[in-house]
């Protein structure tokens, strides 16, 4: 059997007054989700191990059943795998923001969805004026970006920018947690504020504010590790001999890397609600037909949350439903060998709060033969009588290879 996970990036919501207090899963249009939850089990997942912030780097790791305690090492050296910087000992990664800033004021974590071309021409121009031996800037996807310091201490406090749009930056800098970081803590907070006397008059900054859009005014490290040991998912699970992971998000892309897993490039992946849905379904059917597990990984939705934007949202799970799940469902329920499909957000980014929460998620489990338990549609609340209950750790990934 082959198996395949489809995440809905903060997919999850809260109940939402405009909608008649429905969460916008309950509310959305869900053919396919909800015949797959009908036929299929379901039921909740942790996917933020206590103590940990609810990142989707924290949560895309739990989905795939890691030990977060043993391997996690922040953001940072899961991008710079993704973008082919291998960290060598003693190099700290941090992914690294390009963020707009207004007055004190960060307005917010994406420079207004910048694209990739234009944040390259800042990215090198930091480079340019900021790197040296110890400092390096490279260039990820968007707005999502990577700086590496040789001798960097991890032992320091950042904040996530999308946690805390429209909040004063100042307070927010980085702050040591041991004596030993404070130098690191400087050097980051130096570079911040160098940044931002740099990129406040650079010419694609004063053009895109003469097209009515969000200079790329500062940079905003944070989630800094170094090289996490993690074990490829052959080694856990031997029968995954060969398998693949889908995304547009360096992040995701860099646990794929850990994980041995071939990262599959899709043209027209832009991780916002425009995504190519129908390259990314054509290349993970594509790569079911020889492979063995592939993870289909759609971030659409989490951005949507974070802009705080329901309509947007509920488009974002409706294009996941008819644009994804649909033709995956129709195209692989007649194959010779059967397929596993699973359903799931990483964790919720619910548009009131417009960052993530620790919230439990729920998933749907389906494969030809499985025995359905009684849950007839997929959304945070029906699932709760699901037969799997409330799994943790490993469980869910556990259940899902193993067919159970």
Known sequence: MKHIIILGDGMADWPVKSLQNKTLLQYAKTPYMDLLAKMGKTGQLVTV?????????????SVLGYNLPQVYEGRGPLEAASIGVELQPGEMAMR??????????????????????????????????????????????????LLVIKGGNKNIDCTPPHDVPLKPFRPLLVKATVPEAQETADLINDLI????????????????????????NSIWPWSPGYRPQMEPM?????????????????????????????????????????????????????????????????????????????????????????????PIYEAVKNWDEPVAIAILPDHP??????????????????YPGIEADAVQTFDEFSVKEGAYGLLKENEFINAFLSNE
């Open 49 to 61: 191990a206590p103590g940990f912030h609810p990142g989707s780097e924290v949560a895309n790791m």
């Open 96 to 145: 690294c923001n390009l963020i707009c800033v207004e007055g004190e004021i960060l307005k917010n974590h994406s420079s207004g969805h910048i694209t990739t071309e234009d944040a390259d021409v800042l990215i090198k121009f930091l480079q340019e004026k900021l790197g040296n031996d110890r400092i390096s800037f490279h260039t990820g996807v968007a707005y999502r970006h």
């Open 193 to 216: 504020l160098k940044s931002q006397e740099l990129l406040k008059d650079h010419p694609l900054n004063l053009k895109r504010v003469a097209e009515g859009k969000d200079p790329a």
């Open 234 to 326: 052959s080694q856990t699970f031997p029968f995954i001999k060969k398998g693949s992971v889908i995304s547009a998000v360096d992040l995701i892309k860099g646990i794929g890397y850990y994980a041995g897993l071939r990262r599959i490039e899709v043209e027209g992946a832009t991780g916002l609600f425009d995504t190519n849905y129908e390259n990314k379904v054509a290349a993970a059917l594509e790569a079911l037909r020889t492979e063995d597990f592939v993870y289909l990984h759609i971030e659409a939705s989490d951005e949507a949350g974070h802009e705080g934007d329901v309509d947007l949202k509920l488009k974002t799970i409706e294009y996941l439903d008819s644009r994804a799940v649909g």
């Open 349 to 366: 980014t619910p548009c009131e709060l417009r960052t993530h929460t620790a919230d439990p998620v729920p998933f749907l489990i389906y």
